[in-house]
């Protein structure tokens, strides 16, 4: 069985790089950063005459990030691991130090390795797993939303529909509740399914082009997506193999340039909401060639371009921007309302009152549910019925004797019935599996499934192998 067939027997892919074809062993540094060919496609150089991120915490979830890497060392910040094991800064494989280095990678030494595109920004590192191995994205967020980070990047993915987990649902609804941007990865399987949570509504799910600007063919798409980036033949700090450096492609490298865009933007416009800094992000995104109507399922409004993000003149917009309403808010509140225009936020206790309700519960005027309404009218009519069949009876019978003095006419009152839940407001009985679109089969949520298996995620141009993940 081939790995990719392994992942989705397991029901769960990790977007991360595809298997590459090796080239040289080793590389020299200029090769490095010579082959960083997205800084010059995003222009960079311009950029950062604008903005390098400074003062902007960027959680990676994933398998933890190398803090002694020489093109990280110093903008590592401590993280959080659940297993207890430390792999948020000492990891066993290279996914989340790539991530991280194309996100905040500052080079080192005159000119050399990678410079990533928010160069001053931190990286705050959220291993995904428990110690027994079991998923923590949605512990994750909390964790990364409760300790600074004001974008999170989620480069991970699993088959599910929006909403399929309820915890991670509402982590989301949670990081919107406190104003923090959750970028994800749309898939590397080529389908028109964007995978969760990158299709969790509140997310900014990301595509992959190629250096020209084109869709990659394994970027999945659909309605979720919203922005496209740089994702193929991507060079990131990383151990591979022997080398420090490794080479791949994925939607999971473009979801760690738009979050680093967005560390960009928030430095810049430290006052604009998540959701507005989404907005400038995909309000100045370009046009891909030949694409008429946008948002487009494969690019969503287009192809990043951080200078533009930063000095072009965009409307403010509403406080959610682009991002779809979360389904969940988090806070127990029933709210759904995103942070205000001044970045202020909302907290509150973590309960299930802000979960959607089913259409049949929503409120009328008078604060009963249109169900609700509909069975009091048709008791009325009922007890009306019999109320003209007994008087016609008793006329036809003669007057009816007076009940004893006190008691009420025709008998006690009926017991009127309370308000009725509507179908499907309560919840599903422990256990019960949610439905997997496309004929899958049910998934266990995060919290209770093994982590995302990586896939290979990059092998040399410098150095064969070190692409399989350890737990």
Not at 11 to 34: E, H, K, M, N, W
Not at 57 to 78: M, R, Y
Not at 261 to 277: E, H, I, N, Y
């Amino acid at each position: 069985m081939t790995l990719t067939k392994a992942v989705r027997a397991l029901g769960a892919t990790a977007l991360t790089g595809a298997l590459l074809l090796s080239v040289a062993p080793t590389a020299s540094a200029d090769q490095v950063r010579d082959d960083q060919w997205a800084n010059s496609f995003l222009g960079l150089d311009r950029a950062w005459t604008v903005s390098k991120g400074d003062g902007v915490i960027v959680a990676v979830i994933d398998d933890g990030v190398d803090a002694s890497h020489p093109d990280l060392a110093g903008s590592v910040l401590a993280g959080f691991d659940k297993s207890g094991k430390g792999r948020n800064t000492n990891p066993l494989g290279a996914h989340g130090t790539a991530m991280a280095g194309i996100i905040a990678g500052h080079g080192h030494g005159d000119g050399d390795g990678v410079m990533g595109i928010a160069p001053s920004a931190k990286i705050l590192p959220v291993y995904k797993a428990t110690e027994d191995g079991t998923g923590v994205i949605p512990e994750g967020i909390r964790w990364a939303v409760d300790h600074g980070a004001k974008v999170i990047n989620i480069s991970q993915g699993m088959d599910g529909a929006p909403g399929w987990d309820r915890e991670l649902t509402k982590a989301v609804a949670y990081a919107a509740q406190h104003d923090v941007l959750i970028v994800a990865s749309t898939g590397n399987d080529g389908l028109g399914t964007v995978e969760s949570p990158a299709n969790e509504p509140g997310v900014l799910a990301v595509g992959a082009v190629d250096k020209t600007g084109a869709i990659w063919a394994k970027s999945n798409y659909g309605p979720q997506a919203l922005i496209a980036a740089p994702g193929v033949g991507i060079v990131a700090p990383g151990s591979c193999s022997s080398a420090q450096y490794c080479k791949g492609d994925g939607t999971s490298d473009a979801s760690a340039f738009v979050s680093g865009a967005a560390a960009l933007v928030r430095s810049k416009f430290p006052k604009l909401t998540a959701g507005q800094v989404a907005n400038r992000l995909v309000k100045s995104a370009k046009a891909p060639a030949g694409v008429g109507n946008l948002p487009d399922a494969h690019y969503g409004y287009g192809v990043l371009s951080p200078y533009d993000a930063l000095t072009k003149d965009i409307p403010t917009g509403p406080a959610q921007g682009p991002l779809g309403a979360t389904t969940a808010t988090g806070t127990g509140s029933g709210s759904t309302s995103a942070p205000s225009s001044g970045g202020g936020t909302s907290g509150g206790s973590d309960s299930d009152a802000g979960l959607p309700a089913n259409p049949g519960a929503v409120k009328s005027d008078s604060g009963l549910s249109p169900v609700a309404i509909l069975a009091v009218v048709g008791v009325v009519v009922v007890l009306l019925v019999v109320l003209v069949i007994v008087v016609a009876r008793s006329r036809r019978r003669g007057p009816a004797p007076m009940p004893p003095q006190g008691q009420p006419p025709y008998g006690a009152p009926p017991a009127w019935p309370g308000q009725q839940q509507p179908y499907g407001q309560q919840g599903p009985p422990p256990g019960y599996p949610p439905q997997q679109p496309y004929g899958q089969p049910p998934q266990q949520p995060y919290g209770n499934n093994q982590p995302p298996p990586q896939q290979n995620p990059y092998q040399g141009p410098y150095g064969p192998g070190g692409n399989q993940p350890q737990r």
